[in-house]
């Protein structure tokens, strides 16, 4: 138990400290993003670079050696508190890379297309609600 523990830990502290990371860089790029959400864009494209560089670099025979709990601390952790969109931008490389590019853009198309549509139905379930209250909107 104890040895499952530091490493949910350290992901858990990592993860925190994307997820200030990413309220930091939406703060910075705020004045930006009055037309297009710059900074949530840059968000997802920095770490995008940042899961498959620190990955490709660490992987087995990588230039960078790291355990595999640095590397969970790392992309799942940091790169998970700051966006998770890195995640599915690697795992949509991942099949390209194996020769699966059907998959990735199925992979693309329902993320896209199901989390428009969550987002959506989020959205409309809470007006509803709103409604059901006496809110406005």
């Known amino acids: 138990m104890v040895s499952s523990f530091l490493p ?5 502290l990592a993860g925190a400290a994307g997820t200030l990371l990413r309220y930091w860089v939406g703060l910075a790029t705020l004045r930006w993003s009055q037309v297009l959400p ?15 560089f620190f990955g490709t670099l660490t992987a087995a025979g990588g230039r960078l050696p790291v355990s595999e709990t640095g590397r969970l601390v790392f992309m799942v952790g940091l790169c ?58």
């Open 8 to 12: 949910s830990l350290l992901i858990g």
């Open 38 to 52: 710059w900074g949530t864009i840059l968000i997802n494209v920095s770490g995008s670079f940042a899961i498959a």
């Open 80 to 137: 998970g508190g700051y966006t998770t969109f890195s995640s599915f931008s690697l795992q949509t490389l991942d099949l390209l890379k194996n020769g699966a590019p059907g998959r990735a853009l199925l992979n693309i198309g329902l993320s896209v297309g199901l989390c428009m549509l969550s987002v959506s139905a989020g959205y409309l379930a809470a007006q509803a609600v709103n409604t059901l209250h006496g809110g406005e909107n």
